[in-house]
């Protein structure tokens, strides 16, 4: 019970010649209530663990994110070569977010999304060394059988991080799924999953298509030959 809901009932249930009187409570800010950044840092991540909607949760990682940052860069000696100061800050960085992405696929979904926008605008938590990195884990660890099934989900922000993870699992086996998926599903998805193809696969796509899916051979072949411009994530490739 409360203190509101047990100060009513006892205004309402215990006769007047009882009550005492309540000394007065201290303000809220005298409490020193402040948290240091060690301790946000831990309500910060377990709000990014129990958070019932997803906004909610990205905001909070990213909020870890940007606390651990800044006690990792508070902690780090002004002396050290730049080359060693990244390594010092990015390293304990990317070691929780592959943590926190292996606890769900909704984390793993929220971590994805972030390395990929960190890869292709070249801004972020990372480097885009760093980010491929972790992507290759995540992908690695997801496996092949749950990103070929997730890559026919319903739900859109599913399928995407599917293929973005196939892409980067670096595998032959990842190939056709990812061709079904430019040629016979969501039209929404085609630039993202062309992508990726382009991208990861250009030297093989057109093989697979060749010899699985002839009736789009024509197609993969456009896509792959196009003359647009690369994307980042292409240039980006290792």
Request: glycine residues 4%.
């Amino acid at each position: 019970m409360t203190e509101a809901a047990a100060s009513a009932f006892h205004a309402q249930y215990m006769p007047p010649f009882v009550q005492q009187p309540v000394a007065p409570r201290a303000p809220e800010a005298a409490r020193g209530t402040t948290l240091t950044l060690e301790q946000e840092l831990i309500v910060t991540k377990h709000l990014a663990e129990v958070a019932p909607l997803e906004n909610i949760r990205l905001e909070a990682f990213d909020k870890a994110l940007r606390i651990m940052q800044k006690l990792l860069r508070g902690s780090t000696n002004n002396s050290m070569p730049t080359a060693m100061k990244l390594k010092a800050w990015e390293v304990p960085l990317l070691q929780y977010a592959l943590e926190y992405s292996a606890k769900s696929p909704e984390n793993r979904r929220i971590v994805v999304r972030r390395l990929v926008e960190n890869l292709e605008t070249g801004t972020g938590f990372f480097s885009i060394n760093r980010s491929k990195q972790g992507l290759k884990v995540i992908a690695k660890k997801t496996g092949l059988s749950t990103l070929e099934s997730e890559i026919q989900s319903d739900k859109d922000d599913v399928r995407r991080a599917a293929a973005h993870l196939l892409g980067w699992m670096k595998h032959e086996k990842a190939v056709l799924p990812l061709l079904r998926a430019y040629c016979l599903g969501a039209r929404s998805d085609r630039r993202i999953v062309g992508r990726v193809l382009k991208a990861h696969y250009s030297h093989l796509a057109p093989f697979y298509a060749h010899r699985f899916m002839p009736e789009s051979h024509s197609l993969i072949l456009s896509l792959i030959n196009s003359d647009n411009e690369k994307t980042q994530e292409e240039q980006f490739i290792g």
